[in-house]
């Protein structure tokens, strides 16, 4: 079973499990400022959820793609849209500051549950 490490914690997915989702069922805080109330709900259009990613994971999708090519998110190449991620092997994940994560400093890491406090 691949295991994710985010926020302090390692836990083990199902293969192909959505990250998103694996995150949110761990009570990880996902989202920054008010996006916690106003997102997408996983459909990939609102750029919210985006994490920089490390490992083995499914390739990005044609819409993914597209919605990362425009701001904020243009200038983060490294960073994914944790909807629309596939998990298929171990991973480490680390969230941004920023309202879509766009930011430059990690609020938690893979290894820290909080590095700075996000602003709320």
């Known amino acids: 079973m691949p295991q994710v490490t985010a926020s302090g ?10 990250l998103r989702q694996a ?15 106003f997102n997408c709900h996983g459909h990939g259009s609102c750029g919210t959820c ?30 994914r849209l944790a909807c629309q991620v596939r998990v298929l092997g171990d991973v480490r994940v680390t969230r941004f ?3 879509f994560g766009e930011g430059e400093t990690a609020i938690w890491t893979p290894d820290l549950a909080k590095v700075v406090a996000p602003n709320t």
Do not use: C
């Open 50 to 79: 985006v994490v920089q990613v490390e490992g083995v994971v499914s390739e990005p999708t044609n819409f993914e793609t597209k919605r990362m090519a425009y701001p904020p998110h243009s200038a983060h190449q490294d960073r």
């Open 9 to 18: 914690k390692t836990f083990e997915v199902s293969p192909e499990a959505n």
């Open 97 to 99: 500051d920023g309202y």
């Open 23 to 37: 995150l949110l069922d761990q009570g990880i805080e996902l989202y920054s400022e008010g996006a916690s109330a």
